[in-house]
């Protein structure tokens, strides 16, 4: 059984930062992809950042130059270092995993960036 736990989430001033970890059960290299979604109220759930097992990266273009998606294979982590947060960067942000043609979730953790 597969688990992704997020931490790291919480409330920040426009221009501030977080870091954001998932923390897998098992090995991150196990997986073809892992990366961040995020959902606002109202909104569809949307891809933040992503790496693949080869290190490759992409991300959303509302987030280029601001976000950066990085592991730690020792510690079976990925993180999402967030800076100049927006107020509309606010929303659950969710870790995923990807194997295959199976999908994880994590449980997901609040970010809200006031003005």
């Known amino acids: 059984q597969v688990q992704l736990v997020e931490s790291g989430g919480g409330l920040v001033q426009a221009g501030g930062s977080l870091r954001l970890s998932c923390a897998a059960s098992?090995?991150?290299?196990?997986?073809?992809?892992m990366g961040w979604y995020r959902q606002a109220p109202g909104k569809q759930r949307e891809l933040v950042a992503a790496?693949?097992?080869?290190?490759?990266?992409n991300y959303a273009d509302s987030v280029k130059g601001r976000f950066t998606i990085s592991r730690d294979r020792a510690k079976n982590t990925v993180y999402l270092q967030m800076d100049s947060l927006k107020p509309e960067d606010t929303a659950v942000y969710y870790c995923n995993a990807r194997r295959l043609y199976d999908y994880y979730w994590g449980q997901g953790t609040q970010v809200t960036v006031s003005s």
């Open positions: 790496i693949n097992s080869g290190g490759s990266t």
């Open positions: 098992g090995s991150i290299f196990s997986f073809d992809v």
